[in-house]
């Protein structure tokens, strides 16, 4: 009987040995994956379609070992990802890997943290001036190639700063991270992207009546105030656009509080009625702005008497710059430059005219009065920017941050447009008149600016990305609903050229790996372990005899048979 039982319990021991053996094999497999070093927040570049023609970063997800920019010449780095710091960047570097289509596993800018709109710091502003051209040609040139690895942006900090360090010191030691020598692996483990569909696009319109006297059959003449409040930008998930559009936000803000306190009163309410936009798709061809006029019914569109589009006042130092489709001759472009000039030469500031003929049969918009000139609606556009921008250009990109936003530059222009209006309402025009006079109970509140950029400044509002019911828009919404006497909101599909995708923010895992040469190290030594192990047990159970007779070739059929 108990040379029946003792094949079997061999056969058990044996097949406990293989199972111990097998959980070894799974841990050293997974042994690279058990010292995460730092895990961090990281924002995808844009990835869309314009065309049909891709654009943007084409892939999200990462699992590649990292190098720096120390890396040694000649290395493949099909399977790396490059880790760049902006302070360090080459933009030259960067434009021929990415023009010259070289291989790359990923790449990740590190971005200053005083950049981040949750730093909210306005420490080192010269610091970031002197890098703010450096990030605008980046972000030129991100944006608009076409990228088959994933790129992101990250933020410095201590953890990543660590691991940097650290990377240079193996670099410049001629030994780059790779499977076989170890180093750090950069894990983004996210599903692939996948198109916006139907992106939509929220505009919100706010209506102040104007007086009207009984008996009055006529319809009172109409004044628009504009501003677009979207961004677009390489990282959407950072395109928070401080000043493009966030200062003409705010400005719109502050004129319909300044204005609704004077309507409030039927004895200072004007005669005109005033027409408050805050509108979307802004980058696209002002695309959200096309579909609210031609919402319009006839009679409220011929009842325009102009309109002031608001776009990037605030970071300009004394001359802002009024852009026209109409020619300078005309007697309403007149009227508009005259009552804005008269009011600036008041506030010692200039005012200059710009003038760009439009094309009906181009499709590219490059100002937001030109979709009302379009319409025959005569509108002229206020900024900071003398030169008309290119398509996705000046939009809200990583360097349009609270940190470049001049609040006593929006308190100005405010002012500028707010006299302006006034005097036309009431007929002040060429009158040294100040309506909203400083310390008076119509002064420009600075305080409401600040609050409200500081809103802005935190909010990314890239319009795809934006529900009909995001807080963002219905806080929009509540707020223009505090300053005036009716409020709509229209949701439109944004149309047109452009498609985007998702996954624009993700957790980047780092690793410390071991190399492949440890990993071996650590299964002979292991391996070895176990067979004294086994050994000493079958010894000191069994005898040494029924050990070696493990090792013994068994005998064959032919033996067994004679």
């Known amino acids: 009987m108990a040379n029946s039982k003792k094949p079997g319990g061999l056969r058990e021991m044996l097949e406990s040995m293989y199972s111990v053996i097998a959980l070894l094999f799974i841990l050293v497999a997974c042994v690279e994956l058990c010292d995460a070093a730092a895990a961090v927040d990281v924002y995808r570049l844009i990835q869309y379609d314009m065309s049909g023609s891709p654009f943007g970063s084409r892939f999200a997800a990462l699992n590649h070992h990292a190098a720096s920019l120390h890396f040694p010449p000649g290395v493949d780095l099909s399977r790396t990802v490059l880790i760049i710091p902006l302070r360090e960047l080459n933009i030259t570097f960067v434009r021929e890997y990415i023009n010259q289509k070289k291989p790359l596993g990923g790449l990740l800018v590190l971005l200053p943290e005083v950049l981040s709109f949750k730093t909210g710091g306005n420490k080192q ?138 309507y409030s009163n039927p004895k200072t309410r004007g005669r005109y009625n005033l027409l408050f936009g805050l509108t979307s798709g802004g980058p696209y061809n002002y695309n959200g702005t096309q579909k609210w006029l031609r919402s319009f019914d006839q009679r409220l569109r011929e009842s325009i008497d102009y309109a002031i589009c608001l776009n990037s006042i605030g970071s300009w130092d004394n001359e802002l710059w009024i852009h026209v ?91 500028l447009v707010a006299e302006s209006l006034a005097r036309h309402i009431y007929g ?19 305080a409401y600016i600040r609050s409200w950029l500081d809103v802005l400044s935190q909010t990314p509002r890239v319009a795809p990305f934006l529900s009909k019911d995001d807080p963002f828009v219905m806080a929009l919404k509540k707020e223009l609903a505090g300053h005036v006497d009716e409020v709509n909101v229209q949701h439109e599909t944004l149309e047109g050229i452009f498609t985007f995708y998702d996954s624009t923010s993700a957790r980047l895992n780092i690793y410390q790996v071991a190399s492949v040469t440890f990993d071996l190290l650590l299964l002979l030594v292991l391996g070895s372990y176990l067979i004294v192990l086994f050994s000493f047990l079958v010894i000191t159970t069994r005898g040494l005899d029924d050990l070696i007779s493990l090792f013994r070739r068994p005998p064959s059929r032919k033996l067994k048979t004679a």
């Open 125 to 262: 502003v010269h610091e970031k001036e002197k890098m703010k051209n450096l990030l605008a040609e980046l972000e030129r040139l991100l944006v608009h190639s076409n990228i088959p690895y994933p790129v992101y942006f990250a933020f410095e900090n201590d953890e990543i700063d660590t691991v940097l360090a650290d990377m240079k010191k193996n670099d410049l030691m001629g030994q780059p991270a790779t499977a076989t020598t170890g180093g750090y692996k950069f894990v983004i483990p996210t599903a692939e992207p996948k198109k916006v569909a139907s992106p939509t696009m929220t505009n919100i319109q706010g209506w102040l009546s104007g007086l009207k006297t009984d008996g009055d059959a006529n319809q009172l003449p109409t004044i628009a105030i504009v501003a677009s409040y979207d961004t677009f930008g390489a990282a959407p998930a950072l395109s928070v656009g401080s000043d493009s559009n966030g200062s003409g936000i705010v400005a719109l803000l502050e004129i319909a509080r300044l204005f609704s306190v004077l």
């Open 325 to 415: 489709s109409k020619p300078p001759e005309n007697a309403y472009i007149k009227q508009i430059f005259e009552g804005l000039s008269n009011v600036a030469e008041e506030l010692d500031l200039k005012v200059g005219l710009k003038h760009k003929k439009i094309n009906i049969s181009n499709p590219r918009v490059a100002w937001e009065h030109e979709q009302f000139s379009r319409l025959r609606v005569t509108a002229a556009t206020l900024s900071e920017l003398s030169v008309t921008p290119e398509l996705l250009e000046s939009t809200g990109g990583l360097f349009d941050t609270r940190q470049y936003v001049n609040e006593t530059a929006i308190v100005r222009g405010v002012k």
């Open 428 to 446: 002040h025009q060429g009158k040294n008149i100040q309506i909203f006079a400083d310390e008076s109970s119509l002064a420009v509140n600075p």
